[in-house]
């Protein structure tokens, strides 16, 4: 079958890639030209596990275009272009534009929108182009993108007309399936990352309170927890706070949305609010472990989280900024995938950076940095994320830990 995607970011590549994988003509379509560029020369422009190997593989049936009419003759053609948040409210008009573009070249092919767009969005979309329009939001995680595009939780499809049809595409991936209404389909997806949201801020505040107990630790509080099937232990782990293209910017947008339709979501607005000053919270402790401002500090990770070279409101530049802020100059930072960022000292392999500083900063969950940092015991440790084993090194402020522990 031939299917389109118009927006070649991580959703769009993804489902390209998997899409191809499964036999099926692809046509990506990005405004970018330099991307689309990048795109035929074999060069994938982001990181992400497992994805330039699926395109190289598909490569045969996968085309890069700039033209919106490359999409001539594709039975559907999924929309995954952005949906920003702009003043704490949704801009869906990339969604639309491109709608009415499809619409122009191709009115046959069956318009599926993958973007998180609010309720009601498609049928907007819809009446203004006289169509049905599907809705089919993507649950991938940057980092585990491709695996879970193969095999997700769920797929979820919301339309009235075409949607069984349109569910076959999924159907390789044997996963649970919801066929549903629009708006259903599109509030699953808010609701989902606003509740998973909650849960970090939720686990956030118990380490604060962890901390303050002799004998406590948010790690054991968090599998203990977990270990009730009704709470589960994703997303039960305490750090730096969400950051990311998607949580922050979709909590602000369907508090505001809920607001502007007369309902408080107080819930996701307190999780938004303790997420916003969860930096600042963490340097107001980092200040009483490390009084010189002209000491020595690494930060470890720049990303948003690991296995992704996203810095899209990633919690360690905004920790970085806010370090500089208060005053310590002293500062370099390593990262696996990042090396260049503007105004950050970026140190190119991770065992320089350690032997340097006096001050260990763990910002980023990647795997790596526990190997880095284990049997180090001259310098001072500080884990945000607590990947680092406690029983072995020595943590000067181990986030949800009572170091007198
Ligand atoms: C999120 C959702 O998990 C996806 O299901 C959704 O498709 C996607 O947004 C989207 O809307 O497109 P993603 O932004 O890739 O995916 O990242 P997550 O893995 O959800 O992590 C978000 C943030 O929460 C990161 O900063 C991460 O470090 C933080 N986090 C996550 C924690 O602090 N603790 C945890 O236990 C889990």
């Known amino acids: ?29 990005d405004i970018d030209g330099e991307k689309i ?13 497992g994805l330039s190997a699926l395109i190289e593989k598909n ?13 001539t003759g594709s039975k559907y053609t999924l929309i995954c272009v952005p949906t920003p948040t702009v003043n704490d409210r949704i801009d869906v008009h990339y969604v639309i534009e491109s709608g009415k573009k499809i619409n122009e070249i191709d009115p046959e092919s069956k318009i599926v929108i993958k973007s998180t767009v609010t309720p009601g969005t498609a049928r907007m979309l819809g009446s203004m182009i006289n169509r049905e329009i599907l809705s089919n939001p993507e649950f991938l995680r940057e980092g585990n993108a491709v695996k879970d595009t193969t095999k997700p939780d ?25 066929i549903t209404t629009n708006e259903n389909a599109e509030l699953i997806k808010y609701a989902s990352n606003a509740f998973l949201a909650t849960k970090i801020s939720f686990i956030n505040q118990m380490a ?61 607005k307190s999780t938004i609010e303790y997420n916003e000053n969860r930096i600042g919270n963490l340097v ?11 000491s020595r500090i690494t930060v470890l990770g720049l990303s948003f989280k690991e296995n992704t070279g996203d810095l899209r409101e990633s919690k360690s530049i905004e920790l970085i900024t806010e370090l500089k802020r208060r005053g310590y100059n ?7 995938v990042t090396s260049q960022v ?10 320089t950076a350690i032997k340097w500083s006096e001050f260990v900063i763990v910002a980023t969950e990647w795997p790596s940095f526990s190997e880095y940092l284990e049997g180090v015991k001259d310098r001072h440790i500080i884990d945000l994320r607590r990947i680092i084993d406690n029983k072995t090194v020595k943590l000067d402020y181990g986030v949800g830990l009572n170091v007198t522990n």
């Open 1 to 29: 079958m031939k299917i389109s995607v118009v927006g070649l970011g991580y959703v769009g590549l993804v489902t390209m890639a998997v899409l191809s994988d499964n036999g099926h003509e692809i046509v990506g379509i």
């Open 37 to 49: 560029r990048r795109l035929q020369e074999g060069e994938i422009p982001i990181f992400e596990p």
């Open 59 to 71: 490569r045969k049936r996968l085309e890069f275009s700039n033209s919106y009419d490359s999409i």
């Open 154 to 178: 769920r797929v979820v499809i919301g339309g009235n007309g075409g949607v069984e049809d349109f569910s076959k595409i999924w159907s390789f991936t044997n996963s649970n399936m919801i």
């Open 208 to 268: 604060d309170l962890c901390e303050r107990i002799p004998g406590a630790d948010i790690r054991v509080v968090a599998d203990g927890m977990g270990m009730d099937k009704r709470i589960g232990r994703a997303f039960l782990n305490a750090g730096t706070g969400y950051g990311g293209s998607c949580f922050p910017k979709d909590t602000r947008a369907i508090a505001s949305f809920a607001n502007d339709m007369g309902v408080e979501l107080s819930i996701i």
């Open 284 to 294: 107001n402790r980092i200040e009483n472990i490390i009084p010189e401002k002209d």
């Open 330 to 336: 002293n500062l370099k930072a390593f990262d696996p």
């Open 342 to 351: 503007e105004g950050i000292d970026i140190v190119a392999d991770a065992e």
